[in-house]
């Protein structure tokens, strides 16, 4: 089934975790699913990562063009990183244990591309060429072990999906407040309607 890679599917704040999310529901399996199980969708999910993460990536475009190929290596960074900071999250500290497999597979994604990173407004490279989506994958997965970004980590609470919280008090909760906020404000609501029609009259 075709994915409509929407701006929601782009609420991770950073293309590590974009991807990460794209695991749904991961919190329950009797309902998980992956939004990669068909190959195609690495490349279409790449497309709209360049525009959705144009600033993270300065502008360079996401190539996938044979996503069949590069998915074993696209898989293994999106698995170790959701992973790593899942639990990084939870814990509040990133454990070693994880690093070994995140470095790797991010190594990985890295060793079929040639790309020259940390120029001034370039972060990712040129922007006039095209760059490895499982390279950029990588790139970005490795950015989250800054202090300051693992300690603005969040797992939303409907959905369970990993994002950055880059509010001024570091105080937002969902991932994104018009869909998984507004979900929870109107469970709630039934909840409170069911409950009061539950009360017997005194």
């Given at each position: 089934?075709?994915?409509?890679?929407?701006?929601h599917?782009?609420t991770g704040?950073?293309?590590?975790?974009?991807?990460?999310?794209?695991?749904v529901l991961?919190?329950?399996?009797?309902?998980?699913?992956?939004?990669?199980?068909?190959?195609?969708e690495?490349?279409?999910?790449?497309?709209?990562?360049?525009g959705?993460?144009?600033?993270?990536?300065?502008?360079?475009?996401?190539?996938?063009?044979?996503?069949?190929?590069?998915?074993?290596a696209v898989?293994?960074?999106?698995e170790?990183?959701?992973?790593?900071f899942?639990?990084?999250?939870?814990k509040?500290?990133?454990?070693?244990?994880?690093?070994?497999?995140?470095?790797?597979?991010?190594?990985?994604?890295?060793?079929?591309s040639?790309?020259?990173?940390?120029?001034?407004?370039?972060?990712?490279?040129?922007?006039a060429?095209?760059?490895?989506?499982?390279?950029?994958?990588?790139?970005?997965?490795?950015?989250?072990?800054?202090?300051?970004?693992?300690?603005?980590?969040?797992?939303?609470?409907?959905c369970?999906?990993?994002?950055?919280?880059r509010?001024?008090?570091?105080?937002?909760?969902?991932?994104?407040?018009?869909?998984c906020?507004?979900?929870?404000?109107?469970?709630?609501?039934?909840?409170?309607?069911?409950?009061?029609?539950?009360?017997?009259?005194?």
């Amino acid at each position: 089934m075709a994915v409509s890679w929407t701006p929601h599917r782009f609420t991770g704040g950073i293309l590590a975790l974009d991807t990460a999310n794209t695991v749904v529901l991961r919190n329950e399996p009797e309902k998980t699913f992956d939004r990669f199980d068909d190959p195609v969708e690495i490349a279409h999910f790449a497309e709209a990562a360049s525009g959705f993460r144009a600033a993270e990536l300065g502008g360079r475009p996401l190539h996938a063009p044979e996503p069949s190929n590069i998915k074993p290596a696209v898989i293994a960074i999106r698995e170790t990183t959701d992973r790593l900071f899942r639990h990084a999250v939870s814990k509040g500290a990133v454990a070693t244990a994880h690093l070994p497999d995140f470095l790797t597979a991010c190594a990985s994604g890295l060793s079929a591309s040639v790309v020259e990173i940390g120029a001034p407004d370039q972060p990712f490279g040129d922007p006039a060429t095209p760059v490895a989506f499982e390279a950029a994958l990588a790139l970005s997965a490795l950015s989250l072990l800054r202090d300051e970004t693992v300690a603005r980590l969040r797992i939303c609470p409907n959905c369970s999906w990993l994002f950055v919280d880059r509010s001024r008090n570091s105080s937002r909760l969902w991932c994104d407040m018009a869909v998984c906020g507004n979900r929870q404000k109107a469970n709630r609501h039934y909840r409170r309607r069911a409950a009061a029609r539950e009360v017997p009259n005194a």
